[in-house]
Antibody, heavy 116, light 108 residues
Framework: EVHLVESGGGLVQPGGSLRLSCAAS????????MNWVRQAPGKGLEWVSY????????YYADSVKGRFTISRDNAKNSLYLQMNSLRAEDTAVYYC?????????WGKGTTVTVSS | SSELTQDPAVSVALGQTVRITCQGD??????ASWYQQKPGQAPALVIY???NRPSGIPDRFSGSSSGNTASLTITGAQAEDEADYYC???????????FGGGTKLTVL
């Protein structure tokens, strides 16, 4: 069965950093593009970042460009999101999602709270 | 334009048909996908491509597109279909993923 499990969320002060991880299982991870998508409390879905299957192509939403870095380790079947210079508006549930432009499988999410 | 626009809320009587729409310039070039999200759960893909349903999605869900508007139709809405629905597509540049603001569906 296909599974995506996010981890690494938590409470962080404004200006701080967090690294999110997404562990994939049940499919050939290195053949799939991946995304991070977030959802602020009571709000809609917001795409954060995309990475190609090899990691050679990466895109970011303007709201996180220069602060967040997406990466993957295909040997470990894992996706990552390094988040620096965090702001209150980055508070959200962060989901990893499989398959680039039409995400078909989503994890349950990990919660990031940016507050002093 | 780099936005997808959805009506915030729609209601339907049990067993009736409802259409949820999504408008945006990028839809002239790319198909929309549709997601169902119930409270406290992750989004679930219900329609992708021209009109494709992932395994396990009932055939009462269907998708269509015309010009800059994509539609999700639920034929014979059930109580369990009450949820938030989001459309998405690539933006016109092809290197960003857009989501609509979501439509809250109430089944009466």
């Amino acid at each position: 069965e296909v599974h995506l499990v996010e981890s690494g969320g938590g409470l962080v002060q404004p200006g701080g950093s967090l690294r999110l991880s997404c562990a994939a299982s049940g499919f050939t991870f290195n053949t799939y593009e991946m995304n991070w998508v977030r959802q602020a409390p009571g709000k809609g879905l917001e795409w954060v970042s995309y990475i190609s299957s090899s990691g050679s192509t990466i895109y970011y939403a303007d709201s996180v460009k220069g602060r967040f870095t997406i990466s993957r380790d295909n040997a470990k079947n894992s996706l990552y999101l390094q988040m620096n210079s965090l702001r209150a508006e980055d508070t959200a549930v962060y989901y990893c999602a499989r398959r680039g432009w039409e995400p078909d499988v989503w994890g349950k999410g990990t919660t990031v709270t940016v507050s002093s | 334009s780099s936005e997808l626009t959805q009506d915030p809320a729609v209601s339907v009587a049990l067993g009736q048909t409802v259409r949820i729409t999504c408008q945006g310039d990028s839809l002239r070039r790319y198909y929309a996908s549709w997601y169902q999200q119930k409270p406290g759960q992750a989004p679930a893909l219900v329609i992708y491509g021209k009109n494709n349903r992932p395994s396990g999605i009932p055939d009462r869900f269907s998708g269509s597109s015309s010009g800059n508007t994509a539609s999700l139709t639920i034929t014979g809405a059930q109580a369990e279909d009450e949820a938030d629905y989001y459309c998405n597509s690539r933006d016109s540049s092809g290197n960003q993923l857009l989501f609509g603001g979501g439509t809250k569906l109430t089944v009466l």
